[in-house]
């Protein structure tokens, strides 16, 4: 790609000032567009080093509201992104809606200059172009705009520019001796930047080059590229509130009914087959629990000293047994190297951003462990069931929280998620005894006597979610719950399993 690239484009100063004076105020309206119609933004600089992404930056925000944007420069990892999973530090700085991220380099640096220096590793580069796809796929899909550009300069051009910034002491220290090997391996470094243009060019996150060896012509791309990329964003976003709003009444009656071409007989279920008569007395109970939690106890130390991350993700029928389970889990664990996380409706800022954002942000470091009581699934079963997203939305989660869950184990990770399983009768006598003890009257709403009378629809959208969620990499694992006792110690015997598979696999 860069060798079609005509990097002598020149454009004069009336030319660029009459384009200028057109394109700013254009610029500062669209922002304010976004803003209304809560589109967030993320404008992406990459290309070689001296091409002027910091000029160009700063060219470019001189026509925006600063209340609107935050810029992140993009540095190697620090201590602490480094025990987690690399696309981290990116989901967390993903925009509000209506707001606008400008990043100075950024998750290209996996596959540009980390992959030049040797820091990315070989395994990690096999599958960076995926994630980094999958990555963007979800933003855009998500009502994400995100616009890429890629400043060009010459062999030649480059070695100029950082000589004269390494003539003067104050803009010298800009200049690395990263940079200058890069200048010298010039070609070696743009044979990577073309492999990486070429694998993640897509439609819905396209690259512009930018010839950016005359500022004046940069600057005039650059903006035409953000004027347009919002504009048609912004023409999209009103088509298609125009035909929600047309068709809002009858997406949300086709979200909480099974499809009516569906053989109810026919249909794949995982739940049918499971046996709900397992159980286990009080005695085994007690006997299999101090063991099994004493495991554990050695377990969590080893996960910590070879900085191994545990995500466990608990659903289940409501009243199924997941707060008593992970209490079993946790009781003996070191509480400073765990944390539970309860996943209840959005707040309002969890809202302004992907549904995957506030999960990303409470990934754990390497050697912890991350409890999940409710999870990502709730979008493809609770928002699926209420309408509270489009049929489209709740059918592309799939693959979005797959690709997910392959990050993090890519990065490491062991990821778990259980499903506690019981039927409607015990489900209604656990009710009942919540709402006749004082103590656990808490526990029951309406809500819950409400989701009872949807119990078909529930079990469906349960049955669709772990045939087309559980993978051999993050698996569910379905817990036969009518006897507590039970479902306590096949939790605890299921996260012991997986926790020495993965120490002997690392021995081996």
Known sequence: MLDQIDLTKKMDKKAYKERMEEMMPQLSRLQRECKELGIPVM???????????????????????????????????????????????????????????????????????????????????????????????????????????????????????????????????????????????????????????????????????????????????????????????????????????????????????????????????SLNSVDLSLSYTKEEYKEKLEKLQNRIQELHGELYQRRIPVILGFEGWDAGGKGGAIKRLTEKMDPRGYQVNPTAAPNDIERSHHYLWRFWNTVPKKGHIAIFDRTWYGRVMVERIEGFCSKEEWMRAYKEMNDM??????????????????????????????????????KITDEDWRNREKWDQYEQAVDDMLVKTSTTYAPWIIVEGN?????????????????????KDEEE
């Open 43 to 269: 404008i992406v600089f990459e290309g070689f080093g001296a091409a002027g992404k910091g000029v160009q930056i700063g060219k470019l925000i001189s026509s925006l509201d600063p209340r609107g944007f935050h810029v992140h420069a993009i540095d190697g990892e620090s201590k602490d992104e480094k025990l987690r999973p690399f696309l981290w530090r990116f989901w967390t700085k993903t925009p509000e809606k209506g707001r606008i991220a400008i990043f100075d380099r950024s998750w290209y640096r996996r596959v540009l200059v980390d992959r030049f220096d040797g820091v990315t590793t070989a395994k990690e580069l096999e599958y960076a172009y995926e994630e980094i796809n999958s990555f963007e796929r979800q933003l855009t899909d998500g009502g994400y705009v995100i616009i890429k550009l890629f400043l060009a300069i010459d062999k030649k051009e480059q070695k100029k520019r950082f000589k004269k910034l390494m003539e003067s002491k104050s803009s010298a220290w800009r200049v690395s001796e990263g940079d200058l090997k890069r200048n010298r391996e010039y070609d070696a470094y743009k044979a990577m930047n073309d492999e990486m243009l070429q694998k993640t060019d897509s439609d819905y996150a396209p690259w512009t080059i930018i010839e950016a060896t005359d500022r004046e012509f940069a600057t005039v791309k650059i903006y035409s590229a953000v004027i347009k990329a919002l504009s048609d964003k912004i023409e999209s976003v009103k088509k298609e509130k125009e035909r929600k709003q047309k068709e809002k009444t009858a997406q949300k009656a086709e979200s909480t009914k099974p499809s009516e071409n569906e053989d109810t007989v026919l249909r794949t279920s």
């Open 405 to 442: 869950e392959a990050n993090w184990v890519h990065s490491g990770a062991i990821v778990m998620k259980f499903w506690l399983q019981i039927d409607k009768d015990e489900q209604e006598r656990r009710f009942k005894e919540r709402m006749e003890n004082p103590e656990k009257q808490w």
């Open 483 to 503: 006897n507590k006792y039970y479902a306590r110690i096949k939790v605890l015997q299921s996260v012991v399993d997986a926790i020495e598979k993965r120490l």
